[in-house]
């Protein structure tokens, strides 16, 4: 009786759940052995002293498997055709050479996986989506970002680098009168007080010593030579040609100058304050007015994705180069792009004098690396090392010699 009760379970339990453990037996325990040629007997998995200890280790066995087979598979049967197009400075052609930050990256990771590969170059971003979309290519290594939707159409590798989309305006020359207008604007009152206690303290001290100073005449003048005196310790001069001799002068001169490192502090604060606050409008009036712009993006790029989504008018360029000589022509009057590509056209085709870059991120951009739906296992062998270099420090070196962050 006791015997059917056990029996029972057994007999009515479903066969998918029994295959999956036959399937996971021979998955962790024993095809690993067989890959390492080393037969596990029942006595060994008797003597482990963990069991999960034990099936962690076949676990990572079978990952390890998984790994070379993969390898194996795009090491010997085929030579990968890798798509990219210009992008300085992740990937620059010089003559019929490649370089740049996805180019070292990728190379590195085929070269430890041993894996043979081709370029083909693409003019623009829309025909090199277009080729990983419709399986022409195996990978993709163009910075391209991650967005919703090209993750319905292809794959992608872990983010390699993250860059903010910016705007880039023309380096107009600011309006000096304006500038200045607008500082004694936010500045009056604090040279007001400075003006004030400056007279306040010359006529006090004047006061005090004139009948019994002779730095400090008993006319008019002496007022003029209280003044004198109040100037000079105030931006902390002293001359020494006139100094209170009187312990009431010497208590009002010691008050004067403690009270003037305050009053000096408070006007530095302020006209650093102004200067800062109307570089700081200045960026916000981009940004806050960037829909009654005239903009520019490039065409397929995420870029040109942003500006939809916000319904901003814009015009459509083939490259981010295009893109800002229209800019500094005053073809348009901003430039929306990724801020590392912008930044180095910028200084390499010397436009630093009428371009500037706002330092305000519309958004963050993800690079990866990206393949057809059809090789998303070549992402398996892939991801690892990818992730393996990037957390290296010598990625950090490769970054500064392209003048990254």
């Known amino acids: ?22 399937s996971f037996f ?28 034990f099936i962690r280790e076949r676990l990572d066995s079978l990952a390890e498997l998984l790994h070379e087979m993969n390898a194996k ?43 043979q590969f081709k370029y083909k170059e693409f003019p623009d971003m829309i025909s090199i989506t277009q080729a990983v979309r419709q399986d022409k290519v195996d990978i993709c290594i163009s910075p391209l970002t991650v967005t919703g939707d090209r993750i319905k159409d292809f794959k992608f590798s ?33 040279m007001l007080l400075l003006v004030g206690t400056t007279v306040l303290f010359g006529l006090l001290i004047w006061l005090i010593e ?29 001359y020494g040609d006139k100094a209170p001799r009187t312990p ?17 502090s408070s006007f530095t604060a302020k006209m ?39 319904h901003y008018h814009y015009k459509a360029y083939s490259s981010p180069l295009e893109g800002l000589r229209a800019l500094q022509h005053d073809e348009i009057e901003g430039f929306v792009y990724d801020e590392p590509i912008c930044n180095y056209l910028i200084q390499a085709y010397g436009m630093g004098i009428d371009l500037k870059i706002v330092p305000r991120a519309l958004s963050k951009e993800y690079y990866s690396f ?6 998303a296992g070549l992402l398996e062998v892939v991801n690892p090392l990818l992730v393996e270099i990037i957390d290296d420090v010598s990625w950090k070196a490769e970054l500064y010699r392209y003048d990254l962050k």
């Open 1 to 22: 009786m006791q015997s059917q009760s056990i029996r029972k379970p057994l007999k009515n339990y479903p066969q998918k759940y029994i295959l999956c453990f036959i």
């Open 158 to 190: 872990q983010p390699f680098y993250i860059a903010d989309l910016v705007l880039t305006v023309k380096d107009k020359p600011s309006n000096e009168f304006a500038v200045v207008r607008h500082i004694l604007l936010n500045t009056i009152q604090p």
């Open 73 to 115: 598979f795009f090491k010997k049967n085929k030579v990968l055709t890798v798509a990219l197009k210009e992008a300085p400075p992740f990937i620059l052609k010089k003559g019929s050479r490649y370089e740049g930050v996805s180019i070292d990256l990728w190379e590195e990771i085929a070269t430890k996986l041993g894996i």
């Open 272 to 310: 650093s304050s102004a200067m800062t606050v109307d570089a700081i409008e200045s960026e916000l009036n981009h940004l806050q007015n960037l829909g009654q712009q005239k903009l520019g993006s490039v065409t397929g790029s995420s870029s040109e994705d942003f500006m939809n989504h916000y």
């Open 26 to 53: 021979w998955g962790c325990m024993v095809l690993p052995t067989f890959a390492q040629n080393k037969p596990l007997t029942t006595e060994e998995i008797l003597k482990t002293d963990s069991t999960d200890g």
């Open 210 to 238: 004139r009948n019994k100073n002779p730095d400090f005449q008993k006319d008019g003048m002496g007022f003029m030579d209280g003044v004198w005196w109040s100037a000079v310790t105030i931006t902390t001069v002293g």
């Open 248 to 264: 009431l002068g010497k208590f009002v001169a010691l008050i004067w100058m403690f009270w003037a490192v305050f009053i000096i």
């Open 370 to 375: 990206s393949v057809p739906k059809r090789n």
